[in-house]
């Protein structure tokens, strides 16, 4: 769990830089390679991703065995890379910048990833190359287009490694976070015993389940939903503070009013003053 976090957190790290600075990255090729080996040093940063059958890299000595849905990245600073002839089809991405700086942040960034010796497997990356590919042999090389390709690929990079980190009890947790959306929008009463029942569990276990997989207790999360709902009643409309925190579900206006400044850092009236007349 921890390698995986370290590895979301690299490629939200390379998804910001890739954002910041488009303007000095160069995607210098994407295309498709199919059954033939190959023999050459790394000349770009590249991400590789193997659609269909299996094969053996050599990546400045090291091997690394490849099989379908698996993601392997090269430095631009490789030495060699080698494979041989066989059944794979591979899609791939080179890109560069012509800030050395950024090249740098790049190297330091693919050497934390670990993905020239430690491929991930994710699915269905294929359809992601395919459309960066098809604006490219068009010419668009510096489009907006191809930038949001780009970005689209690493965050389903990154959503794809989230995924595969999840707990056995992620979908539960999704379903009881459903559940108090569904409930706070219709208006009912929402009792931490009641949607223990509703999932056959004890209160405590489920609510320790839930900080587990949010960082936040169910009453944490309610008071969000609840703070969310009279941000915007105090950016949209002129209704008394009093009003408002009926509106959300608070005790009372105090409570709301110390519930808001807590999180916030600000009065609800202060709130209203800044994002009012803003």
Not at 119 to 147: C, E, F, T, W
Request: glycine share 8%; aromatic share 10%.
């Amino acid at each position: 769990m921890a390698a995986d976090n370290q590895l979301r957190l690299g490629v939200e790290a390379l998804i910001k830089q890739v954002d910041q600075n488009w303007r000095h990255i160069r995607i210098h090729t994407c295309g498709f390679w199919e059954n033939l080996g190959w023999d050459g040093p790394g000349r770009f940063f590249e991400l590789n991703y193997l659609a269909g059958g299996s094969q053996a890299v050599v990546q400045d000595g090291r091997a690394v065995q490849l099989k379908q849905g698996d993601l392997f990245a090269v430095q631009d600073t490789l030495r060699n890379s080698s494979c041989a002839d066989g059944q794979f089809r591979l899609y791939y991405v080179g890109f560069y910048s012509d800030q050395v700086e950024l090249n740098a942040a790049f190297r330091n960034l693919f050497a934390k990833l670990k993905l020239d010796t430690q491929p991930i497997s994710l699915q269905g990356l294929q359809q992601d190359y395919a459309a960066m590919m098809a604006d490219l042999n068009l010419g668009r090389h510096d489009s907006a287009l191809v930038k949001q390709h780009f970005l689209h690929l690493l965050v389903r990079i990154y959503h794809g490694i989230a995924q595969s980190a999840q707990s056995p009890y992620h979908k539960l947790i999704q379903s009881v976070m459903h559940d108090l959306h569904e409930q706070w929008h219709a208006g009912e009463r929402q009792l931490l015993s009641e949607i223990a029942a509703r999932y056959s569990l004890n209160e405590r276990y489920l609510n320790r389940l839930f900080k587990q997989e949010t960082g936040v207790t169910i009453g944490i999360y309610m008071n969000t939903i609840r703070l969310e709902h009279a941000k915007r009643l105090l950016e949209t409309t002129s209704m008394p503070i009093t009003a408002i925190a009926h509106a959300a579900r608070f005790y009372d206006g105090a409570h709301f009013s110390r519930t808001f400044k807590d999180k916030e850092g600000i009065s609800p009236q202060d709130y209203r003053s800044i994002h009012r007349n803003g």
